[in-house]
C-alpha cells in the first residue's frame, strides 16, 4: 500500500498492510526560517518515514501579526511562550481584524508548505498546523481570557470571528496549492494539504466552524486534543478524521476512544516516558498495546504530541521496525 492508501484505509477501520504511524516535532534552532524549517522537517520525514508529514511552525506563527511576542526560551517539547501578550487590556480586543496571508506569520507557514510539498514532493498527505479560534484567543490574552469571556463577551466573540476568517483564507490557500500541485506532471501522487486543529479542554462555536468549513475539501483533517483535562465527547462531536492526544497520560484510552469517534486514533506511545527516557523494548512494548487495543484497525501509531527535543532516536527505531516500517539509515536527524 502506499501510505495515502494505508492512512486512509486506517480511517475507514479497514486491514492495512503494516499499521500506519506518524510523528512530528519542534525545530526551535530553525523555525523562525521557512526554508530551513521545511528543510529540517523533510530531513526529519526521510529518517523516520511516517505516513503523513505534519508541518511544525514556531508556536506564535498565528498571533504574531496581532502583536505576540514570543521569548527566546525554549521549552522542553520544542516551542517558545508568549513573552508578551497583545491583549492586556479590554480595549486590545478591538485590534484582532482579519490578517491577509502576506502577514509574516501566515505567510511563512504556507511558505514552509509549500516548501514542503512542491519542492521536495513529499511522498504522503501534508499537514499544516492550525489552532483553533479559542487556543489563537489564549495565546493573544493568556490568562485574561476567562475574564473577558465572562465580563465582556462580545468582544471575545467579534474577536474570534475575525480570528476564524484569517484561519478559513489560510486553510483556503493550503487546498488551492495542494490543488496545483496535483497538476503537476511530474508527481506520482499528490499529497493532501489538510488542516490539523488544535484545541484546548472546550470546543467553541468558532473551532466546530473551522472543522465543518475545511471538512468537505480535506481528505485527511486531524484534530489534536491538547491538555490533561478534556472533555473528550465533546471534541469526539467535531467534524475530523482522525483523533490525537495524550491517551497515555491524560485518557481516554485509544480502546475507549474508539466507541466515540468515526474515524482513527492517533497515538499509543508516550512522548514524555518510552519515546524520551525509556528504553527501545519498552517503547516497542507500547506500540504492540496499542495494537492490541485497537484489533490493529483503525489506529496511527504516534505520540501524544510533539516529540521533545531529547527523544530517542534508537527508541522511534525500533518501534516503526518493529511494525514494519523503514527508517533511512545515513541521516543525521536534525536537532
Same mark, same amino acid.
Given at each position: 500500500?502506499?501510505?495515502?492508501?494505508? *492512512?486512509?484505509?486506517?480511517?475507514?477501520?479497514?486491514?492495512?498492510?503494516?499499521? +500506519?504511524?506518524?510523528?512530528?516535532?519542534?525545530?526551535?534552532?530553525?523555525?523562525?526560517?521557512?526554508?530551513?524549517?521545511?528543510?529540517?522537517?523533510?530531513?526529519?520525514?526521510?529518517?523516520?518515514?511516517?505516513?503523513?508529514?505534519?508541518?511544525?511552525?514556531?508556536?506564535?506563527?498565528?498571533?504574531?501579526?496581532?502583536?505576540?511576542?514570543?521569548?527566546?526560551?525554549?521549552?522542553?517539547?520544542?516551542?517558545?511562550? $508568549?513573552?508578551?501578550?497583545?491583549?492586556?487590556?479590554?480595549?486590545?480586543?478591538?485590534?484582532?481584524?482579519?490578517?491577509?496571508?502576506?502577514?509574516?506569520?501566515?505567510?511563512?507557514?504556507?511558505?514552509?508548505?509549500?516548501?514542503?510539498? /512542491?519542492?521536495?514532493?513529499?511522498? $504522503?498527505?501534508? %499537514?499544516?498546523?492550525?489552532?483553533?479560534?479559542?487556543?489563537?484567543?489564549?495565546? %493573544?490574552?493568556?490568562?485574561?481570557?476567562?475574564?473577558?469571556?465572562?465580563?465582556?463577551?462580545?468582544?471575545?466573540?467579534?474577536?474570534?470571528?475575525?480570528?476564524?476568517?484569517?484561519? %478559513?483564507?489560510?486553510?483556503?490557500? $493550503?487546498?488551492?496549492?495542494?490543488?496545483?500541485?496535483?497538476?503537476?506532471?511530474?508527481?506520482?501522487?499528490?499529497?493532501?494539504?489538510?488542516?490539523?486543529?488544535?484545541?484546548?479542554?472546550?470546543?467553541?462555536?468558532?473551532?466546530?466552524?473551522?472543522?465543518?468549513?475545511?471538512?468537505?475539501?480535506?481528505?485527511?483533517?486531524?484534530?489534536?486534543?491538547?491538555?490533561?483535562?478534556?472533555?473528550?465527547? *465533546?471534541?469526539?462531536?467535531?467534524?475530523?478524521?482522525?483523533?490525537?492526544?495524550?491517551?497515555?497520560?491524560?485518557? +481516554?484510552?485509544?480502546?475507549?476512544?474508539?466507541?466515540?469517534?468515526?474515524?482513527?486514533?492517533?497515538?499509543?506511545?508516550?512522548?514524555?516516558?518510552?519515546?524520551?527516557?525509556?528504553?527501545?523494548?519498552?517503547?516497542?512494548?507500547?506500540?504492540?498495546?496499542?495494537?492490541?487495543?485497537?484489533?490493529?484497525?483503525?489506529?496511527?501509531?504516534?505520540?501524544?504530541? /510533539?516529540?521533545?527535543?531529547?527523544?530517542?532516536?534508537?527508541?522511534?527505531?525500533?518501534?516503526?521496525?518493529?511494525?514494519?516500517?523503514?527508517?533511512?539509515?545515513?541521516?543525521?536527524?536534525?536537532?
Amino acid at each position: 500500500m502506499t501510505k495515502f492508501e494505508r *492512512v486512509q484505509a486506517a480511517l475507514k477501520r479497514e486491514p492495512t498492510d503494516r499499521p +500506519p504511524y506518524a510523528f512530528w516535532r519542534h525545530f526551535p534552532d530553525v523555525d523562525r526560517s521557512a526554508a530551513a524549517l521545511a528543510q529540517s522537517t523533510l530531513r526529519f520525514h526521510e529518517r523516520y518515514g511516517s505516513d503523513f508529514l505534519k508541518v511544525t511552525p514556531t508556536g506564535g506563527y498565528a498571533v504574531e501579526d496581532w502583536g505576540c511576542v514570543e521569548s527566546d526560551e525554549v521549552a522542553p517539547d520544542g516551542h517558545r511562550p $508568549c513573552a508578551r501578550h497583545a491583549v492586556t487590556s479590554f480595549d486590545d480586543w478591538k485590534k484582532i481584524r482579519p490578517l491577509r496571508l502576506e502577514s509574516t506569520g501566515w505567510g511563512a507557514h504556507l511558505e514552509t508548505i509549500l516548501r514542503c510539498v /512542491v519542492d521536495r514532493r513529499a511522498d $504522503c498527505s501534508t %499537514l499544516p498546523t492550525i489552532f483553533s479560534p479559542l487556543s489563537l484567543a489564549r495565546k %493573544l490574552s493568556g490568562e485574561r481570557l476567562n475574564y473577558d469571556l465572562k465580563e465582556n463577551p462580545q468582544a471575545v466573540t467579534d474577536a474570534l470571528e475575525a480570528i476564524t476568517e484569517t484561519i %478559513l483564507t489560510f486553510a483556503d490557500a $493550503c487546498f488551492l496549492e495542494g490543488r496545483r500541485a496535483s497538476s503537476t506532471p511530474s508527481w506520482r501522487r499528490a499529497p493532501t494539504c489538510t488542516p490539523r486543529t488544535s484545541t484546548g479542554a472546550s470546543a467553541s462555536p468558532t473551532t466546530g466552524a473551522c472543522s465543518s468549513t475545511c471538512g468537505p475539501k480535506s481528505k485527511l483533517t486531524v484534530l489534536h486534543c491538547h491538555g490533561s483535562n478534556l472533555m473528550f465527547d *465533546v471534541l469526539a462531536a467535531l467534524p475530523a478524521h482522525a483523533w490525537n492526544w495524550d491517551d497515555r497520560r491524560a485518557g +481516554p484510552s485509544l480502546r475507549d476512544a474508539q466507541r466515540h469517534v468515526p474515524g482513527a486514533v492517533i497515538g499509543g506511545l508516550d512522548q514524555w516516558g518510552a519515546l524520551r527516557d525509556g528504553t527501545p523494548d519498552a517503547a516497542s512494548a507500547e506500540a504492540q498495546d496499542a495494537l492490541a487495543q485497537t484489533g490493529g484497525r483503525g489506529v496511527i501509531l504516534g505520540a501524544g504530541c /510533539v516529540l521533545p527535543s531529547q527523544t530517542s532516536d534508537l527508541a522511534l527505531v525500533e518501534v516503526i521496525k518493529s511494525i514494519g516500517g523503514q527508517v533511512r539509515l545515513g541521516l543525521i536527524r536534525p536537532q
